[in-house]
């Protein structure tokens, strides 16, 4: 439940009076149109488990979201929600509460895969079955195109609340993908006392540029690191602004007082880098990450020495 | 306030406190030019740890240091920058090139002490 509620929190809809206020000027709700709703209430009170089935047995025939039809509890909290959404279509109280329900309705639908135009169709399949109704119970058909038109304008309050919610929760999957990626692919480790290696692999943005020089600048200070192997091996193309976020880490590094050698410059990079004009001339660099790490060794003093030079490497001491 | 200048040694110590005025800075750099002759120093170090802010005076102070002392025959390492400040200053092209810097008091003393070879550990 409070799970329930932070999500409600966080949708990108605000949950205050003046929200609600907007969004119903929006679909031009008035006074009007809920009298003419509450003539309605009793025609799909009556009516409402029949609507109910046929949403959700069209969205099972549509195949679109087996998430839904795959658990019984969540299939049944989804018509629960439904029914409650018929009722309160009809009371006609558009308050707070009701966009409440509508959120945590189109979350529901968000975590079982009904994406947008699903929902779209099997909503339109729902409004037909009322239309349709409407038309039979209410003699005048003038007067019943005007109560289904005030009922559409409800409908469509409603879909902007959905869909604004279904769009925002998808942005927030990406976002969290994202950050995903971004956390994974940006290690700092330590291979000897005083010495890092920052593998670099992929594309770097300017945010992710930040989030490696903090994430750097913090291993250098914590690891008391005096070089650093930075490898960019990985990095498919550098340009201009990636060779200058690159230049910034190694100039923050360099404050910090270490000294950063780059190494892993395709022959591609490096020719990209000259035709770019890069100056790259504060910055030493090496081949491949052994000769970066070999060089790093010597100049933090230590010395490589195999144990026994005629018979190879010893396997044990 | 004034900035404090310790001495031990051949070692001249400043230690700046949060927030420096423009006038602290000035008064430091005449100071430390001032006590480089008196004592015969060899190194000066320059304990920034306890800022979170490096302005754009700060640092071209920290810089005129830097060569006022070179000039009276010692050495200057800027020590403990912090991983924030260092960031924004890279922002602004604030780098201190060509001065020497560590991470902290140790690690700027041991880079600066002459090494048994003849250099000090800072001529990479």
Redesign the interface.
């Known amino acids: 439940m409070l799970d329930q509620q932070s999500r409600l929190q966080s949708s990108s809809i605000p949950l205050t009076e003046a929200e609600v206020d907007r969004r119903k000027r929006i679909v031009d709700l008035s006074g009007e149109d809920i009298s003419r709703i509450v003539t309605l209430r009793n025609m799909v009170a009556e009516q409402t488990d029949r609507y109910v089935d046929a949403f959700f047995r069209y969205l099972d025939d549509l195949g679109e979201a087996p998430a839904l039809f795959g658990k019984r509890e969540v299939l049944e909290e989804a018509k629960r929600r439904k029914r409650e959404h018929l009722a309160a279509m009809t009371a006609a109280q558009y308050d707070r509460g009701y966009v409440e329900q509508r959120i945590a309705l189109a979350l529901l639908y968000s975590r079982h895969g009904v994406s947008t135009p699903v929902f779209l169709g099997a909503f339109h399949q729902l409004l037909r079955a009322l239309g349709n109704d409407i038309m039979k119970s209410v003699k005048d058909p003038n007067d019943a195109f005007q109560r289904f038109m005030s009922l559409k304008k409800v409908a469509f309050f409603d879909i902007g609340i959905m869909t604004d919610v279904l769009i925002s929760e998808r942005e927030r999957t990406i976002n969290l993908q994202q950050d995903a990626i971004r956390e994974l692919s940006t290690p700092v480790l330590q291979v000897r006392e005083g010495l890092l290696i920052l593998p670099i692999i992929g594309m770097i943005d300017s945010q992710r540029a930040?989030q490696l020089?903090?994430g750097l600048?913090?291993s250098?200070?914590a690891n008391?690191?005096?070089m650093v192997v930075m490898d960019i091996t990985g990095v498919a193309a550098v340009d201009s602004k990636v060779a200058n976020h690159l230049i910034?880490?190694i100039?923050?590094?360099?404050?910090?007082?270490?000294?950063v050698i780059v190494t892993g410059l395709s022959a591609d990079v490096a020719q990209a880098l000259v035709a770019l004009g890069v100056d790259l001339g504060?910055i030493s660099t090496t081949g491949d990450l052994q000769g970066g790490l070999e060089e790093a060794e010597r100049?933090l003093g230590y010395r490589v020495v195999r144990g026994n030079e005629t018979t190879g490497p010893r396997l044990s001491a | 306030m004034a900035i404090p200048i310790l001495k031990q040694g051949a070692v001249l110590i400043a230690s700046l406190q949060a927030a420096p005025t423009d006038r602290d800075l000035i008064q430091l750099k005449d100071e430390l030019a001032d006590k480089i002759g008196h004592f015969r120093s060899r190194i000066v170090a320059i304990d920034v740890s306890a800022l979170d802010v490096m302005d754009s005076f700060a640092t071209r102070t920290l810089r005129g240091i830097a060569h006022a002392t070179k000039l009276r025959g010692a050495n200057t390492v800027i020590v403990g920058i912090q991983p924030d400040v260092a960031f924004a200053m890279v922002q602004l092209g604030l780098t201190l090139d060509g001065i020497e810097t560590a991470l902290d008091l140790d690690e700027g003393l041991a880079r600066m002490r002459p090494q048994p070879d003849g250099g000090t550990s800072g001529d990479r």
């Open positions: 930040k020089t903090d600048l913090r250098i200070r008391r690191a005096r910034q880490t100039a923050a590094a360099r404050l910090m007082g270490s000294t504060k100049m």
